[in-house]
């Protein structure tokens, strides 16, 4: 009978050792998908920010200024997440026009 329990204990552990290792690869999944899913909304905000700047530049006044690209990839950044999440409202819109233009007068002080 001895041997019996030693068996059983082999196979819990066997099992318990396969269960620990698959949460391990779905644990890394997960956390490789969050990171890749960041990386391509910030692609997307950079190629969105950088055809504002374009038409910016485009259309600027000889001596207007021109923010720095950065302040449109983190504004493309916010919109894209809110409607990622399916959270763009007016409201929200508005609040990140505000936050751009306290940046815009952060660098004009």
Request: overall charge positive.
């Amino acid at each position: 009978m001895p041997e019996l329990e030693a068996a059983k204990l082999v196979l819990y552990g066997t099992l318990v050792g396969a269960f620990g290792g698959m949460a391990g690869v779905v644990i890394q999944a997960i956390i490789t998908n969050r990171a890749e899913a960041k990386r391509r909304l910030l692609d997307l905000a950079f190629q969105s920010a950088t055809k504002e700047l374009e038409i910016q530049l485009k259309f600027a006044k000889p001596g207007s200024k021109v923010y720095p690209p950065i302040l449109f990839v983190h504004q493309h950044t916010e919109l894209l997440k809110l409607i990622r999440e399916g959270n763009l409202t007016p409201e929200r819109y508005k609040e990140i026009q505000l936050k751009t233009k306290e940046l815009m007068d952060s660098i004009d002080a």
